[in-house]
């Protein structure tokens, strides 16, 4: 059995989740959020618990069993905490300024950089650090990764657009000659 799939999605207190045939509908105080009904999985709300199974044993149910725990799970979350990645900006002359969806960014080209997040992202600003705030973790993280595509940091000064947790391993410049 899925060691991730069998467990259990705790409900917390204000969340209610409805079960269609062809998505899972996750409401509670921050918003509403679809799940798509994956293949071969049943999911059930038993007093505050959801529990997914799956209908086989073949190998390709028991993926779709922990993946659609997985993506309950993140919706539970998102409608109770909200998701959030932050980003640094790193470099001699870069800038910053902006926040709501739409952000302005001086990155070295010789022109500014634009960038307006989608429905129900925020972006908040603050110096150089950009935090990417949503209720839906994969719209979180494709947001932070379109920021950090436009300016990838590079190998020798770390300059550019960084995850804050991200490790930059840098590489020694030229060998001077003897």
Same mark, same amino acid.
């Given at each position: ?14 969340v209610? +989740? ?5 998505e899972?509908?996750?409401? &509670?105080? =921050?918003?509403?959020?679809q799940?798509? !009904?994956? *293949? ?5 709300? *038993? ?5 997914v ?8 149910s %028991?993926a ?5 725990r997985?993506l ?5 979350? @998102?409608?109770?905490k &909200? $998701? *959030?990645? =932050?980003? /640094?900006?790193?470099?001699v002359g $870069? %800038?910053?300024?902006? @926040?709501?969806?739409n +952000?302005?960014?001086?990155?070295g080209f010789?022109h #500014? !950089?634009?960038?307006?997040a ?6 908040k !600003?603050?110096?150089?650090t950009?935090?990417?705030v949503? +209720?839906? =973790?994969?719209?979180? &993280?494709?947001v932070?990764? /379109? +920021?950090?595509?436009?300016?990838k940091p590079? #190998?020798?000064?770390g300059? @550019?657009?960084?995850y804050?947790? *991200?490790?930059?391993?840098r ?7 003897k």
């Amino acid at each position: 059995m899925s060691r991730i799939g069998k467990l259990p999605v705790e409900i917390p207190a204000g969340v209610t +989740i409805t079960v269609g045939d062809k998505e899972i509908t996750v409401a &509670g105080p =921050k918003g509403t959020l679809q799940v798509p !009904v994956q *293949e071969n999985t049943k999911t059930t709300v *038993e007093g505050n618990q959801a529990i997914v199974t799956r209908s086989d044993d073949e190998p390709k149910s %028991r993926a779709w069993h922990g993946l659609q725990r997985a993506l309950l799970n993140n919706a539970v979350e @998102g409608v109770t905490k &909200g $998701f *959030e990645k =932050k980003l /640094e900006i790193n470099g001699v002359g $870069f %800038r910053l300024n902006g @926040g709501g969806r739409n +952000i302005e960014m001086a990155l070295g080209f010789s022109h #500014p !950089v634009k960038y307006e997040a989608p429905e129900g992202i925020d972006l908040k !600003v603050d110096k150089m650090t950009i935090t990417v705030v949503g +209720i839906d =973790k994969q719209k979180v &993280g494709q947001v932070a990764a /379109e +920021i950090r595509s436009l300016k990838k940091p590079e #190998p020798y000064k770390g300059k @550019g657009i960084k995850y804050a947790d *991200e490790v930059i391993i840098r590489k020694a410049g030229k060998a001077g000659k003897k």
